[in-house]
């Protein structure tokens, strides 16, 4: 049974390219986030929603434009991708929002996003 | 501004032997800590978690240390075996407030 997962796991577009990755949990969690990882294996946090509501936007390109349709998907769309967005994309899900009682967040497989 | 960063980018163990992966941060408000582990292909896996109110926390064959003095986390691992072998990461959080994830540290497990 799968988590948290992800789709498509790669993604190899053109730059100036809209695409969309896919996140759902099924953990029954209230809070869902993008993080963004780097080839330098580095991770940061992009969004976060909790029951639907945007709670974390970092300074990210309004390019990046995450939608959470229900508690169980958020999605990431990015417009006009440029090659400075090539990374690995995970999403991640906890029961709680941060400094709640159940607040581990645990990760999807990741999606491998190459802009040529 | 706030860094979480590690001492060693890599660590070469035996099999069998003892593991030990330090992290220091830099933000002393802190209040929440996290180590993942990342194997190759795959999204972080949670280890062990911390809160600033305690200085260890065991789990299987693994531990977790907390020094507030000097802004340390350690994460231990007994009888290392190459399943360990993977990317380790520490986090901190303050508050309710972002996770923010340090470098990341490779460790090799030999026969």
């Known amino acids: 049974d799968t988590a948290v997962s992800q789709t498509p796991k790669y993604l190899v577009t053109q730059m100036g390219n809209d695409k969309s990755i896919k996140c759902e949990q099924n953990l029954g969690h209230d809070t869902m986030y993008w993080y963004k990882q780097d080839s330098k294996k580095f991770l940061k946090i992009m969004f976060s929603y909790n029951n639907k509501e945007l709670i974390i936007n970092e300074t990210v390109p309004n390019r990046f434009s995450p939608k959470s349709p229900d508690k169980a998907h958020l999605n990431l769309h990015i417009n006009s991708l440029e090659l400075g967005d090539s990374a690995v994309y995970f999403c991640?899900?906890?029961?709680?929002?941060?400094?709640?009682?159940?607040?581990?967040?645990?990760f999807g497989p990741g999606t491998r996003l190459t802009v040529l | 501004g706030e860094s979480v960063g590690l001492h060693l980018p890599t660590l070469s163990v035996q099999e069998g032997d003892n593991s030990i992966i330090n992290c220091a941060y830099s933000n002393s408000a802190s209040d929440y800590f996290i180590w993942y582990k990342q194997e190759s292909g795959k999204g972080p896996q949670f280890i062990i978690d911390i809160r600033s109110n305690m200085d260890k926390r065991q789990g299987q064959r693994v531990t977790v240390l907390l020094n507030k003095t000097v802004k340390h986390l350690s994460l231990q691992i007994a009888a290392t075996q190459p399943g360990d072998s993977a990317v380790y990461f520490c986090a901190e959080r303050e508050n309710t407030d972002k996770l923010i994830f340090g470098t990341g540290t490779r460790l090799q497990v030999f026969p």
């Open positions: 991640a899900s906890s029961q709680d929002w941060a400094g709640g009682i159940s607040d581990t967040q645990y």
